[in-house]
């Protein structure tokens, strides 16, 4: 309804480099994203074919080693990677940070032998990952996960399954975790599975109120045999690596909710501004120019939160506090955004004709995902006033 275009966001990135990346990451969406991705949401098509490209242009790897096929990039720079890719298209965005969670514990915790050999596949060959922690009966308390990898000589044998999987059935390769020991979060160990291996099946993909292109699905392991130079870190190390792997996941999914977010405030702002009721433009009301600022500031908010997570990362820092910060605000205010964009297209707002209802159902899953916000905020509180008495 308006020839008013969403200006690109001005970004503060450290290098010249860094510049360039994104300025190709905006040439890619507007080529490749952002022109099917409603038609391909709604069809619920998986854009594996955006996959490859990003691979090809070395976009899969970004926060990784380069001597590994990885970009040398700090989180900082990944993360408004990820804002980009997230606001034209939350399946792309999501599922790149999906994968880069998937990396994280061979990059972090594999023997040089295992990454020399892997990881070069897996940050620009080409491949897709996914990260199995989540069970049916397993959530929140994911120490108390029930798959189980028995050893058999040189090979371990995995049954059980796991729910939730994003890229579940597609995946060329799962980073998996499962108990070899004892009770609780002692007894757990990570396995780098193929995602061909004997035995391992997808069920139907679950069926989502959004990101209908983003497959999630259960997998079921049926005595999948796994080689001990798959086994990533030391036995019983595997929860470590899973809540390491989260602390720089949960950032990914703040950048991701900042994009769609974003994406929702474009929306509606040329919408306000070409929609005219009562003789002049709807955006000239100050009830919705309050709205609007209110939405701006929100996505301002949390960019700034989720980057000064990043630095922390990135000078080697703890940061695992504010990264639960960071993905409960910016998860929580892309919730709100959405909504409030889908009220000021009004009735419109409420139709498939236009992407704000679209952007108000993914954001819901943001909420939930990589530990839910009330998880988030007991990180935080554990951080502010310890454990809970038991």
């Known amino acids: 309804m308006s020839d ?7 970004r503060q990135l450290p290098t010249e480099e860094s510049q360039d990346l994104v300025a190709l990451v905006r040439d890619i969406v507007q080529r490749e994203i952002a022109p099917k991705a409603a038609e391909e949401e709604d069809a619920g098509h998986f854009p594996r074919d955006v996959f490859t490209l990003l691979s090809a ?49 061979l990059a972090g915790y594999g023997t040089k032998a295992q990454q020399a050999e892997l990881l070069p596949a897996m940050l620009g060959g080409g491949l897709l990952g996914a990260y199995c922690l989540s069970e049916p009966a397993s959530g929140s308390d994911a120490a108390s996960l029930r798959t189980k990898a028995v050893r058999d000589g040189d090979d371990w044998v995995i049954t059980g399954t796991k729910a939730w999987i994003t890229h579940g059935g597609i995946a060329d390769f799962y980073t998996v975790l499962a108990r070899t020991g004892q009770e609780g979060a002692r007894g757990i160990t990570a396995f780098l599975v193929p995602g ?6 997808a069920a139907a993909p679950e069926k989502k109120m959004g990101m209908k292109g983003s497959p999630t699905a259960q997998l079921h392991f049926d005595g999948v045999r796994v080689a001990d130079d798959r086994r990533i870190g030391d036995e019983g190390q595997g929860f470590a690596i899973a809540l390491s792997a989260l602390d720089s996941g949960r950032l990914g999914i703040a950048a991701c909710a900042v994009g769609l977010a974003q994406a929702a405030l474009d929306e509606a702002v040329g919408y306000a501004t070409g929609r005219r009721q009562f003789g002049k433009p ?5 009830g919705l120019r309050f709205l609007l600022a209110d939405m701006a500031t929100r996505i301002e908010a949390g960019r700034a939160l989720y980057l000064a997570a990043a630095r ?4 080697g820092r703890p940061f695992s506090q504010q990264a639960a910060m960071a993905k409960l605000f910016c998860t929580d205010a892309a919730m709100q955004v959405t909504i409030d964009a889908v009220q000021v297209l009004g009735g419109y707002g409420y139709t498939a004709d236009f992407p704000a209802e679209r952007y108000m ?16 905020r007991m990180v935080i509180a554990r951080h502010l006033a310890g454990p809970e008495s038991r």
Request: overall charge negative; hydrophobic content about 40%; proline content about 6%.
């Open 57 to 105: 242009s070395g976009l899969l790897g970004l926060p990784y080693d380069s001597a590994h096929g990885g970009g040398d990039q700090p989180y900082e720079v990944y993360l408004q990677v990820l804002e980009e890719l997230a606001a034209a298209r939350l399946t792309v965005g999501l599922g790149v940070s999906v994968h880069s969670l998937a990396c994280h514990a």
């Open 196 to 201: 061909d291996a004997p035995g391992l099946n």
């Open 361 to 376: 159902r993914e954001a819901k899953v943001l909420q939930i995902v990589e530990g839910t916000n009330q998880i988030q």
């Open 4 to 10: 008013r275009a969403p200006q690109p966001v001005e």
């Open 312 to 315: 922390l990362r990135d000078a």
């Open 282 to 286: 709807i955006v000239d009301f100050q």
